[in-house]
């Protein structure tokens, strides 16, 4: 069992930044691939960011692509978010996933069998 803890989340204003992590515990974290997802109040919950097994097999939404940068440090069991240029629409609670083989599709979430908690992201105008 995979347990998926995420920090760094906070308040900013628009045009911050923020770096949010999870720590992944049990399991082998480097055979997992790694994904973030977003939830904005009244919405569904949508596709952030992944990464693969491999640290330069990353994937993005076109809504953050070219702002956000999702990274992987397998030593330390740790995958994490940059996120730069947030804009008001950013804001939502941020979930970490853990899809383990057979691998889904990156930007889908019924592959991934492990989700952390969330942690809240607010961006001010």
């Known amino acids: 069992q995979v347990q998926l803890v995420e920090s760094g989340g906070g308040l900013v204003q628009a045009g911050g930044s923020l770096r949010l992590s999870c720590a992944a515990s049990g399991g082998t974290f480097s055979r997992y691939f790694m994904g973030w997802f977003r939830q904005a109040p009244g919405k569904e919950r949508e596709f952030v960011a992944a990464?693969?097994?491999?640290?330069?097999?990353?994937y993005y939404a076109d809504s953050v692509k070219g702002r956000f940068t999702i990274s992987r440090d397998n030593a330390k069991n740790t995958v994490s978010l940059q996120m730069n240029s947030l804009k008001p629409d950013d804001t939502a609670v941020y979930y970490c996933?853990?899809?383990?083989?057979?691998?889904?599709?990156?930007?889908?979430?019924?592959?991934?069998?492990?989700w952390g908690q969330g942690t809240q992201v607010t961006v001010s105008s």
């Open positions: 990464i693969g097994l491999a640290p330069t097999h990353t």
């Open positions: 996933a853990a899809d383990s083989p057979p691998y889904g599709l990156a930007y889908r979430e019924s592959p991934y069998d492990y």
